[in-house]
């Protein structure tokens, strides 16, 4: 089944503790992000991936991380939490290389609390 | 900057009623417009995507317009059911993809 996963689903952390977060695709698309969705802020982008070894900042990178080694699976960590990063995270996919041609698939979404 | 707003917020409808969600966006110069539906604490679901070339685009009960002109596109929901209760979000890509902040659909059995 062509499916984006993402794990944890659910993780409570503390202040500054090293998280990493997973996301993997088996659909072969080049382009991967990551967004963090906000009461009232809607979804906003974190960084994008639009190849192996390419990755770049969205809108709100500031406290994150990410690396993009092999194609299918596009990490995002974040070194020293914070509680203004807990959120609902969504890792996404896209076939085409500019990744804003195609329909965007969604993983099922990781709900971070930062105490 | 591209922005993205989408008119209602939120809608209660009973059953069987048509639903009409507007999505209006500042610069025209886009590739497509994706319509998305989400579920409460769920990931996002594509619904329809527009090419800029075309002015609509039809998946069974699903019907989204637009206009780049005027910035605008509408996805009509015919005959609504309970089901259909999400929260439907429209995304324009330029640089990158700007998400609407969504409307709420509530359907009323």
């Known amino acids: 089944e062509a499916q984006v996963t993402q794990n944890p689903r659910y993780l409570i952390t503390v202040t500054g503790k090293k998280l990493t977060v997973t996301c993997s695709q088996n659909?072969?698309?080049?382009?991967m992000s990551w967004y963090r969705q906000d009461p009232g802020l809607g979804l906003r982008q974190i960084y994008y991936?639009?190849?192996?070894?390419?990755?770049d900042k969205g809108d709100v990178p500031e406290g994150y991380k990410v690396s993009r080694k092999e194609k299918r699976n596009f990490p995002l960590i974040l070194e020293s939490p914070s509680p203004n990063q807990t959120s609902l995270y969504f890792c996404?996919?896209?076939?085409?290389?500019?990744?804003?041609?195609?329909?965007?698939?969604f993983g099922p979404g990781t709900r971070l609390l930062v105490l | 900057k591209q922005e993205v707003t989408q008119i209602p917020a939120a809608l209660s409808v009973p059953e069987g009623e048509n639903l009409v969600l507007n999505c209006s966006f500042t610069?025209?110069?886009?590739?497509?417009l994706q319509w998305f539906r989400q579920d409460p604490g769920k990931g996002l679901t594509s619904l329809l995507l527009?090419?800029?070339?075309?002015r609509e685009q039809t998946s069974g009960r699903l019907n989204a317009s637009l206009d780049k002109s005027s910035g605008r596109s509408t996805l009509y929901i015919a005959a609504s059911q309970p089901g259909d209760s999400a929260t439907y979000l429209c995304?324009?890509?330029?640089?990158?993809?700007?998400f609407g902040a969504g409307t709420t659909v509530t359907v009323r059995a």
């Open positions: 996404a996919s896209s076939p085409m290389r500019r990744g804003l041609d195609e329909t965007q698939y």
């Open positions: 659909m072969n698309h080049e382009y």
């Open positions: 991936s639009m190849n192996v070894e390419v990755t």
């Open positions: 610069d025209s110069a886009i590739y497509n």
């Open positions: 527009i090419q800029s070339s075309q």
């Open positions: 995304a324009v890509p330029l640089e990158k993809l700007s």
